[in-house]
């Protein structure tokens, strides 16, 4: 019998100080997983994209910001985040997440 590979979440990404590090677990036509780990203070400025996306918190803390909307986001919540709308992320502590990225087919 055939069984995916399985491993832990949060051992597949570690932390670089002063940093953010992503590494892509899955990319399809159809959308794309992709971890995070953002030290402290560390973040992602405001930008855009054209596909709905998921952001999952799985250790720390993430405040994000949805077209002018301010969320903090913790561990075991999911933020949505609309295509086309403008969004930028910092950690107040070291923050891993995950980005589930849905591209129409």
Not at 38 to 43: I, L
Not at 56 to 67: C, K, N, R, S, W
Not at 76 to 104: Q, V
Request: hydrophobic residues 35%; aromatic residues 4%; glycine residues 6%.
């Amino acid at each position: 019998m055939n069984t995916p590979d399985t491993r832990r979440i949060l051992d597949m990404i570690d932390y670089q100080a002063g940093a953010v590090v992503s590494r892509t677990v899955l990319n399809k036509k159809t959308g794309s997983v992709t971890l995070f780990a953002f030290d402290v203070n560390e973040g992602l400025s405001e930008h855009t994209t054209p596909h709905d996306a998921l952001v999952q918190v799985l250790e720390g803390e993430l405040d994000a910001t949805i077209a002018g909307d301010e969320y903090r986001v913790e561990p075991g919540e999911i933020l949505e985040l609309p295509a086309d709308k403008p969004h930028s992320f910092t950690a107040p502590h070291r923050c891993k997440m995950m980005l589930t990225m849905l591209r129409s087919s």
